[in-house]
């Protein structure tokens, strides 16, 4: 599969692609989290699967909504494709301003989906970005379906595992 931003999948198809904008106020974040909810349960996602998307992103949104620049919108895209969800979730922020990486959020956000990254970015690369250099904060997810990881799809479970009988 190519990258999944806008790219084809194996089949031909395009990702579908949701763009959601709400305030960063503690009454829309909902919002976001239900959206990806459904957009989870629409794919077979399993029931826990479903519930760790809905935390991830409302830690990602809260993580977001702490350092957006003034009263300014955050912006969610879902991605679905084949191999799962990905989500990229960003705020406009003042020059110079990270994602914080270092506290309890930030490894929730790690146990709950398959990837995730983020960091300082522009408008020009993040997903419905406004092309400009104005400085935006940045956080990426991927949770993949059952048997979609990357890994295994390539043969590499990533474990070592061995078992006697």
């Known amino acids: 599969m190519v990258d999944s931003r806008g790219a084809l999948t194996q089949d031909g198809r395009r990702a579908e692609r ?6 960063t106020t503690p009454t829309q974040l909902p919002a976001v989290r239900a959206m990806a909810g459904d957009l989870a349960m629409r794919m077979d996602y399993d029931l826990d699967a479903v519930e760790d998307l ?16 003034g009263d300014r919108r955050l912006t969610v895209v879902f991605e679905t494709t084949r191999q799962g969800l990905h989500i990229d979730a960003w705020v406009p922020t003042a020059e110079g301003t990270d994602v914080p990486r270092d506290g309890f959020g930030w490894a929730v956000l790690h146990t ?7 960091g300082p970015a522009t408008q020009a690369t993040v997903p419905a970005g406004d092309g400009g250099t ?8 991927d949770k993949y379906l059952p048997g979609q990881h990357p890994d295994q799809l390539l043969g590499d479970s990533g474990q070592n595992v061995s078992v006697v009988r």
């Open 134 to 141: 104005s400085p935006v904060a940045v956080i990426s997810m």
């Open 18 to 23: 949701l763009e959601l904008r709400v305030p």
């Open 112 to 118: 709950l989906v398959d990837k995730v990254e983020a």
């Open 54 to 69: 809905r935390l991830a992103v409302d830690e990602a949104c809260a993580t977001l909504s702490a350092i957006v620049s």
